[in-house]
């Protein structure tokens, strides 16, 4: 073979050799396969409330979807991105949500990751102090019932229907101790409850007050809870909540520790029940539902949970009566302490709630 001939068939192999090359380097890395994962996996939330998930992707990505509507978009070339997403729970939903997560390839394919939000129900308003307004209220001080009547002339912010809370108590008892509209420690309005230096005749003190809201009678938000609500409550999948600030006063005859129970702290009952039969048995009949819970500690905002039944209070009341039956609450601070009301007690947000994820 001539050599000009050999040069010849040298380099028209070479050259597409040199093409090849070009063409590969030019593409790029190859894609990886395609994958999709999603965390978490399994979540909780109330309606109307977030949950963010982090979703990570692999592939020649083009698209991701959630539940077959397109939540974001890649650029040609894109093989690797980590999504953070916000997902909002239905305002309306009673149900957990299954949500699919779709990642899709620009030839196609697609994969998809599976999350669970687990629904819980929201807090239900039995009454928040911070919206309650009296301009006058009324007070009882016969004990057994009999004096239990609609309060004349207390008026609420956002409606002028009055009396919308029952106040009983024993012995001498002034409208001065009560006060509907207080100045909360840390600001905003709410419910002060205090004895301050309240003397009956003979120079003996006031045995105490109790502060009973009634049901259905409050304004928005405040109805009266369902019998599964309250069913839920007693079954314990849901509890009584309130928030409590008990202000300690160094002229209290007793103090918060003498008030005490030993490694808990200041007793507070909550009772459900229906008023007719309470009035009807003089206190002793028509409660449904006794729950204790404790202030841990005064001089800041507790939140307080009644999850356990009151045994000893119970054995001495005749339980009768069931949900659908129940149109009153009794919350009764430091029960069968004297001298409870010596002290400052400041109340907000009282409802039935699901403490794991307040």
């Known amino acids: 073979m ?6 010849k068939l040298f380099l028209a192999l070479l050259i597409p050799v040199f093409v090849l090359i070009s063409c590969s380097e030019d593409d ?3 894609a990886p396969d395609l994958a999709i994962s999603v965390d978490p996996v399994v979540s909780q939330s109330k309606p109307g409330e977030t949950v963010d998930f982090t979703i990570e992707v692999d592939g020649d990505l083009e698209s991701l979807s959630l539940n077959n509507d397109q939540i974001e978009t890649f650029t040609q070339g894109t093989f690797e991105e980590t999504v ?4 909002t729970f239905p305002a309306d939903a009673t149900t957990d949500q299954q949500l699919t997560f779709a990642i899709t390839a620009r030839d196609g394919s697609t994969e998809n990751a599976v999350a669970q939000v687990t629904y819980v129900m929201p807090d239900y308003t039995l009454a928040d102090f911070s919206v309650l307004k009296a301009d006058t ?4 001080d ?3 019932g009999d004096a239990l009547s609609r309060i004349s002339g207390a008026r609420y912010a956002g409606g002028d229907v009055p009396s919308d809370m ?6 001498g008892f002034a409208n001065s101790n009560w006060d509907f509209e207080a100045d909360l420690p840390d600001g905003g309005t709410g419910l002060m409850m205090t004895r301050l230096s309240i003397r009956e005749d003979g120079g003996g003190t006031a045995w105490g007050g109790f502060m009973i809201p009634v049901f259905g009678w409050y304004g928005p938000n405040m109805s009266q809870p369902s019998a599964e609500q309250l069913g839920m409550v007693d079954g314990g999948q849901r509890v009584i909540a309130i928030d409590v600030y008990y202000e300690t006063d160094a002229n209290s005859p007793r103090s918060f520790d003498e008030l005490s129970e030993a490694g808990k702290g200041v007793k507070i009952q909550f009772r459900l029940g229906n008023l007719a039969k309470y009035k009807a048995s003089g206190d002793k009949g028509g409660w449904f539902l006794v729950k204790e819970g404790f202030i841990p ?4 905002w507790n939140t307080i949970y009644f999850a356990s039944n009151d045994d000893a209070e119970i054995s001495g009341l005749q339980m009768t009566g069931t949900a659908d039956e129940v149109n009153f609450a009794w919350f009764t601070p430091a029960f069968g302490k004297d001298h409870w009301d010596s002290h400052k007690i400041y109340l907000k947000n009282f409802r039935i709630t699901n403490p794991a994820v307040e």
């Open 297 to 300: 500690e005064p001089n800041t």
């Open 2 to 7: 001539k050599k000009e001939n050999f040069l």
């Open 84 to 87: 953070n997403y916000t997902y």
């Open 142 to 144: 016969h004990w057994e």
């Open 166 to 171: 029952y106040v009983t108590s024993r012995g």
């Open 137 to 140: 209220a009324q007070w009882s």
């Open 28 to 30: 790029g890395p190859a």
